[in-house]
């Protein structure tokens, strides 16, 4: 894209929340998964019978194989928002 003009991303306050013990940033509005996924981060679960690693894939509530643990609770990445402070990880024997 040529010209002048504002070329600036306005995006929402900054927050974080933990992954698997680690601070992650996100911005106020995304979805876990938008917010995993910037962070890059795509190993969600193993498959049950191989183990093989998996992660999103239909990013609109379809697949469950973005499946997480959010604040103790199962819940889909790509159908949860976000929010300062939420403790996020990979489902325990998953
Ligand atoms: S990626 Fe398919 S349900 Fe979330």
Known sequence: MTGGGNNHILRSKEISFIFDGANVTAHEGETVAAALLRAGITHLRNAPNSG??????????????????????????????ISEGLVIGRVPGV
């Open 52 to 81: 093989t690693p998996r992660g999103m894939f239909c990013i609109m509530g379809a697949c469950q194989e973005c499946v997480i643990e959010i604040d103790g609770r199962k819940a889909e990445a790509c159908r949860t928002t």
